[in-house]
């Protein structure tokens, strides 16, 4: 899977060049709050990353991701479990995402989301904020955990 999240990382980077500094490092300290159970900042971070990142195809993927990740959160914060939370990658966002299977083969739609959605959040803030690299890559295997998921779902078993 380290390979198939190397091809991931390729593929996803002609689609996000480069953010400004201020704007990269809030998507890099969204995915970290939120891995890090850190819930009402994860919420705060990704409500300034949702606002800093300016509209386009690729990056209303990555707003919908900064969304569903926020929602995540809030639910935490709060210890709710809401197995449904409105908000879903769909149409041309699920080009952007790591893992995009069938609807019919989705046991638990909710939690694919949330992993495509920190997926796509971790990938971006690599490629875009090189002063977070050390502390992203130190969530990698846990990236590469998450995509083990869905090995046999993906065909590449």
């Given at each position: 899977?380290?390979?198939?999240?190397?091809?991931?990382?390729?593929?996803?980077?002609?689609?996000?060049?480069?953010?400004?500094?201020?704007?990269?490092?809030?998507?890099?300290?969204?995915?970290?709050a939120f891995k890090f159970g850190l819930y009402a900042n994860a919420v705060r971070?990704?409500?300034?990353a949702i606002a800093l990142v300016p509209d386009g195809e690729s990056n209303g993927?990555?707003?919908?991701?900064?969304?569903?990740?926020?929602?995540?959160?809030?639910?935490?914060?709060?210890?709710?479990?809401?197995?449904?939370?409105?908000?879903?990658?769909?149409?041309?966002?699920?080009?952007?995402?790591?893992?995009?299977?069938?609807?019919?083969?989705?046991?638990?739609?909710?939690?694919?989301?949330?992993?495509?959605?920190?997926?796509?959040?971790?990938?971006?803030?690599?490629?875009?904020?090189?002063?977070?690299?050390?502390?992203?890559?130190?969530?990698?295997?846990?990236?590469?955990?998450?995509?083990?998921?869905?090995?046999?779902?993906?065909?590449?078993?």
């Open positions: 899977m380290e390979r198939f999240l190397d091809a991931y990382i390729e593929r996803m980077r002609p689609y996000f060049p480069g953010f400004p500094p201020e704007t990269a490092h809030e998507i890099a300290s969204a995915f970290l971070e990704c409500t300034n993927a990555l707003k919908k991701a900064l969304e569903i990740i926020r929602a995540n959160a809030q639910d935490r914060e709060n210890s709710l479990v809401t197995t449904d939370l409105g908000i879903a990658f769909g149409g041309q966002e699920l080009r952007f995402v790591a893992v995009n299977l069938p609807a019919e083969t989705i046991e638990a739609p909710n939690a694919l989301n949330l992993d495509n959605a920190l997926i796509l959040v971790y990938v971006v803030a690599l490629i875009t904020s090189p002063d977070d690299d050390e502390a992203l890559e130190e969530h990698r295997t846990l990236i590469v955990r998450m995509l083990r998921d869905y090995k046999k779902a993906l065909g590449l078993e």
